[in-house]
């Protein structure tokens, strides 16, 4: 009887250790047990990819990966070390060539190398137009050296953020995790244009100056060591919390549109925004920016370099009543 009781307790026991390693596994392995290998579907590594090409109907881009690297660029938040980052061309068929915009790149190849297929299914009847994987689908290459690989990628949904795609050559449609069609443009050619105003080196921490320049009204600041003063109109020490949206505001510009002219309505103004930054061991590099109008909820046409950008700005008006700018805690200086 004795030894019965024995035998109950030690199968208890091992079937207590046994339902907590199972539980376990449910925790910590979840995607492996009930979805199968976490491979992604194309298998493919971001620094593999040389070229992509989209054709959207008559449309179609080719972007291209180009030998000089980007900055290092680190993910907000993230601890692990910055990747090596590559810059891209973007080529149209009219014979119009553009820098590519890194973040909308950084975007589309982290898409394509950690995308996975949740299921697939064998084309039948009338799916192929049901996903929108007939003339209206992308037709997708990506190039690996001298391989190619082409997809046809079809309807996608904003709402699940999935994608319908068939590999070339296979009778299969896969769905896939991300919506691929809105990481391509969704049929936007100069979506992948570069939306980046000011230069990569130009940051707040590389700023050494910054002027705002008007036919009656001058702004003029610098960096003092580690602090911001007003050098004009009225000499004093900057409030960090007032000047620093400011700057981070300009440095962050990007291009909502690429205009051919002012459009009607847009308020006309005459300005210049004169950033001086460092570069190395080099001399500073100056960079001008036009501001040639406003127009509504803050957003501002300016020129650089022969091209015409509309922006959103939300503390550029600030520029223009400088003394509320000053940290009050500190007698101005007096010019």
Not at 43 to 54: F, H, L, N, S, Y
Not at 74 to 79: A, V
Not at 171 to 189: F, K, V
Request: charged share 30%; with cysteine; net charge negative.
């Amino acid at each position: 009887m004795k030894a019965m009781i024995s035998l109950l307790k030690e199968n208890l026991a091992l079937s207590l250790v046994a339902a907590n390693v199972l539980l376990l596994l449910l925790l910590v392995l979840p995607g492996t047990l009930f979805t199968g290998s976490a491979d992604s579907f194309l298998d493919i590594e971001k620094g593999d990819i040389t070229a992509i090409e989209c054709q959207y109907g008559q449309a179609k881009i080719r972007l291209e990966r180009q030998a000089d690297r980007l900055p290092l660029h680190k993910e907000e938040g993230s601890d692990s070390k910055p990747e090596v980052e590559y810059r891209w061309k973007l080529s149209l068929a009219d014979g119009r060539s553009f820098l590519a915009d890194a973040d909308r790149m950084r975007d589309l190849l982290r898409t394509l190398t950690v995308m996975q297929s949740q299921y697939s299914f064998a084309l039948e009847g009338d799916a192929r137009a049901a996903y929108q994987l007939g003339d209206d689908a992308v037709r997708l290459t990506i190039e690996e050296g001298g391989d190619r690989r082409m997809l046809l990628v079809g309807k996608s949904s904003q709402r699940s953020d999935a994608t319908y795609v068939m590999l070339e050559g296979k009778n299969d449609i896969h769905e896939l995790d991300g919506n691929l069609r809105a990481r391509l443009g969704s049929g936007d050619e100069l979506f992948f244009r570069d939306r980046a105003i000011l230069p990569p080196e130009v940051d707040v921490n590389s700023i050494a100056s910054l002027a705002y320049l008007q036919p009656n009204h001058s702004v003029r600041l610098a960096r003092a060591g580690s602090e911001w003063q007003m050098v004009e109109p009225r000499p004093g020490k900057l409030r960090e919390d007032m000047f620093r949206p400011i700057l981070d505001d300009i440095v962050r510009w990007k291009a909502r549109s690429f205009p051919e002219a002012i459009p009607p309505g847009a308020t006309k103004e005459q300005a210049r925004i004169e950033i001086t930054y460092h570069r190395g061991s080099t001399e500073p590099g100056v960079v001008q920016l036009d501001i040639e109008a406003a127009g509504e909820a803050g957003i501002y046409y300016v020129r650089y370099n022969d091209t015409l950008y509309a922006v959103s700005s939300y503390y550029l008006e600030d520029l223009k009543s400088p003394e509320s700018l000053l940290d009050r805690g500190e007698a101005p200086l007096k010019p």
